[in-house]
């Protein structure tokens, strides 16, 4: 499967006829900054680990923040994350060493213990313009590897299961070492579960003066 950040592979477990859980290659992983210091005036300064799993992401302890990972703290959450994404982006340029347009943190992971006995981590992660992930996120749970087994916490085929705000979980795994540039890096696979919600057909009519799509995007 084609992505912005490359092509991914994935293999499904089916039984019974029945997918059950699909495990992808992510891209290859790395950490960018591993402890990098930005001050957050609602609680102060703290570190924050910045690494790629498909996109760059702020990495922090929900700790830190002076927050539990938990539903009732949500606006909570997405505000910390909101402003801790804006100063991350003011203190330090981030770039891919070999797609150079990947070149901004866009997501932030604040992660915290987990109550679930199944799962090692558990997070909240958002993105966009405050949008919460319904999963631990795959690309977040690949940046999160890399995080891991650059401070020695991981081994090579080591399972790690990182649960979300809402309980759904991933199982990951790092498969081996690679390297970015000059970044050395990981290659992870993650393990998840999807359920099918609804079916969508597109038709193009030759009619349509839209046909092909749209973009206002150079006149922003």
Do not use: W
Not at 12 to 39: C, M
């Amino acid at each position: 499967m084609d992505t912005p950040a490359g092509l991914v592979k994935t293999q499904a477990k089916i039984s019974h006829d029945r997918v059950e859980e699909v495990t992808f290659q992510g891209v290859p992983s790395f950490v960018f900054k591993s402890g990098h210091k930005v001050l957050l005036p609602e609680v102060g300064e703290i570190n924050v680990d910045i690494a790629f799993g498909g996109n760059f992401f702020g990495i922090v302890l929900a700790k830190d923040l002076g927050i539990k990972v938990e539903r009732k703290n949500i606006s909570r959450l997405i505000y910390l994350g909101m402003r801790l994404r804006e100063e991350l982006n003011k203190s330090i340029k981030v770039i891919h060493p070999e797609n150079k347009y990947i070149n901004s943190i866009d997501s932030i992971e604040i992660y915290d213990s987990s109550t679930n006995s199944e799962a090692n981590l558990k997070n909240c992660v958002i993105f966009g313009k405050g949008q919460v992930d319904r999963s631990s996120c795959g690309t977040g749970t690949s940046a999160k590897l890399a995080v891991l087994y650059s401070k020695g916490k991981i081994k090579i085929n080591e399972e790690f299961v990182y649960e979300s705000i809402l309980g759904t979980k991933f199982k990951g795994h790092i498969d081996s070492e690679a390297k970015v540039g000059d970044f050395p890096a990981i290659i992870p696979k993650i393990t998840g579960s999807a359920y099918i919600t609804g079916l969508q057909q597109f038709v193009v009519d030759e009619n349509d003066p839209l046909r092909y799509g749209f973009t206002l995007k150079d006149h922003l």
